[in-house]
């Protein structure tokens, strides 16, 4: 039903029953806030968002309250406005005064609320947070000084990713967010997916900084360092320079990463196709075998971290193949120092992930072999970007390069896994080849794509029927996982992914540029899909070479010793 209400002395239309800073938003109002959130039940804890409505004594936070026939608001009234900068004045009255050292300077909300209502000196004197920064994770830096208790963290964690690692800790002006018994970030339930950082408004979240110890290893001369970047960074990074989002510039990040100083630059998407081969066969060579649980993907960390934690039954039917990551750094020292003709001691090895869990993957146990991580140091999207304008390099003003050889070449079903859903239409369209049937009429698999929370498809072999489930985010992840402790799930093959979107929806990729900058990014993927000669990982003839004068057969010992690995039951506090 539409209703009509006055708005700033405008009558605009809008939804019975919606909020009136939805309806304000519909009709081109602006309302700031800092607690509320998309698609989450509102709180109006931050009180920002308040409106004058016409008979109501006190101000109403337009995030909760919904709108009726011929309600008369006011949005900026001179007492909306006072309310919302006597807010903003008290947040800062505590707040470090260190912006121009701060991670998000020049991208914080309550610097730009700050900016947007004329703050600009301070009135309210209070006593400065101090508490120290809590290093111990190996992906997320906690400032506790910079949190503004909004609780977008704890709401991301609890309603999204089902892990609860954080909440509000203490009462009244102690209060904080914390980890259960206070202790640090890398001793909780934490799985290093980054989508706090995502969420947190100012700098009290932000990813840890790999980058002094990738300029020293450039500026050795005594390393060799290599670096590969996952397939959504090459559609998310363009956001970073003003160039049009979802705009593939791979090319241009091959360019820039050699003026850098990067001695050879990989696309991370041919690991991918080799991933899917892996899969695959691990998919056929269990189909069929009794009392069998379904194939569970294992590329991504987080996911992984969170079966570690919470489900240690279901690691026995997690997929052994590591992530595309790991398998390209695996294979960079041990075999494209032979064929490049580099001395395997001085390979540094780099990956540019769109995933803040990617480093606490690397360094991982059991991704070392003999003392040695497949990965030396792992960036996010924003990092390199930080790389790349810190080396001056005009993103705008480059031409755009081949990634190296060998490995340079990708089908664009590697360049899928960007997307939820990717993985799991690489490895159908793979499937019939390893079976040794023919291949399929069809490779463009619709049902896998989008956002819903469970996407399902099958694909028939012969007389065998293949069905495949990808989970897009965790909260769905929680509901398919009790299907299969009861016996009750028929798929052969689940993907999850612990963002939902897939790795394009990262905790490492830009910040602050919202759904449609991630349905662009999706866009993209799928539209590379659509040019691409070369859309079965089988088909690409570096990896066919690889195997026949290296790997040998998938699922071969050789394989099974460099590209494979195990994950065990880890213990943390609740």
Not at 45 to 60: D, I, K, S
Not at 380 to 393: D, M
Request: glycine share 8%.
């Amino acid at each position: 039903m539409i209703v009509q209400i006055e708005v700033n002395n405008k009558i605009i239309k809008a939804r019975k029953g919606e909020t009136i800073m939805s309806a304000l938003s519909s009709a081109g109002i602006m309302i700031p806030s800092i607690c509320s959130m998309k698609d989450f039940t509102p709180t109006g804890a931050c009180r920002m968002c308040v409106v004058e409505v016409e008979g109501r004594q006190g101000l109403v936070p337009s995030c909760s309250q919904p709108v009726s026939e011929w309600m008369n608001i006011k949005t900026h009234s001179p007492r909306v406005v006072k309310s919302r900068k006597t807010i903003v004045e008290l947040l800062l009255s505590n707040h470090p005064d260190d912006c121009l050292y701060c991670e998000r300077n020049g991208n914080c909300e309550l610097q730009i609320l700050a900016e947007e209502l004329n703050v600009r000196e301070r009135r309210i004197m209070g006593k400065k947070n101090k508490y120290k920064l809590d290093h111990s994770s190996p992906s997320i830096v906690r400032d506790p000084a910079k949190c503004i208790l909004c609780g977008r963290c704890v709401r991301v964690c609890e309603e999204k990713l089902s892990v609860f690692a954080i909440d509000f800790v203490n009462r009244g002006n102690r209060t904080l967010i914390g980890t259960a018994f206070n202790k640090d970030l890398n001793f909780s339930s934490c799985i290093n997916c980054g989508q706090c950082i995502m969420v947190c408004p100012t700098g009290a979240l932000f990813e840890k900084d790999s980058l002094p110890e990738i300029e020293d290893a450039l500026n050795n001369p005594e390393k060799t360092v290599i670096v590969q970047y996952a397939p959504s960074v090459g559609v998310s990074l363009a956001e970073e320079f003003g160039i049009r989002q979802g705009k593939d510039i791979s090319g241009l990040i091959n360019a820039a990463l050699r003026k850098i100083g990067f001695d050879r630059i990989f696309d991370t998407a041919f690991a991918a196709d080799i991933a899917v081969v892996e899969m695959a066969n691990e998919l056929l060579s269990l189909k069929g075998n009794k009392d069998r649980r379904p194939l569970i993907s294992g590329s991504c960390p987080a996911w992984v971290k969170f079966a570690e934690q919470w489900y240690p039954d279901l690691l026995p039917a997690m997929s052994s193949c590591k992530s595309p990551q790991q398998i390209l750094g695996a294979i960079l020292k041990s075999r494209y120092p032979g064929v490049s003709g580099i001395d395997a001691a001085t390979v540094y090895s780099v990956a540019v992930a769109p995933c803040t869990a990617k480093k606490f993957e690397a360094q991982r146990e059991e991704m070392t072999k003999k003392g040695l991580s497949d990965i030396d140091a792992v960036i996010t999207t924003r990092e390199l970007a930080k790389l790349i304008k810190l080396y001056g390099i005009d993103m705008n003003q480059i031409e755009p390069e081949a990634a190296d050889e060998p490995y340079g070449i990708r089908s664009s079903a590697g360049k899928l896994f960007g997307a939820s859903g990717g993985m799991a239409e690489g490895i159908i369209r793979s499937l019939p080849y390893a079976a040794g049937a023919k291949e399929p009429s069809r490779i463009k698999y619709q049902e896998l794509r989008g956002g819903r929370g469970r996407k399902e498809a099958e694909i028939r072999i012969g007389k065998t029927t293949y069905r495949f489930a990808v989970i897009n985010g965790m909260s769905d992840a929680v509901n398919l996982i009790e299907e299969i402790q009861a016996g009750k799930c028929e798929y052969d093959f689940i993907e999850i992914m612990a963002c939902a979107g897939g790795c394009v929806n990262g905790g490492g990729q830009p910040i602050g540029t919202g759904d449609n900058a991630v349905r662009t990014r999706v866009k993209a993927l799928y539209g590379i899909d659509e040019k691409e000669t070369i859309r079965c990982a089988h088909k690409n003839p570096e990896i066919k070479e690889l195997y026949d004068n290296y790997l040998g057969s998938p699922m071969s010992e050789k394989c099974k010793s460099l590209l494979h690995t195990s994950y065990s039951e880890r213990k943390v506090l609740l």
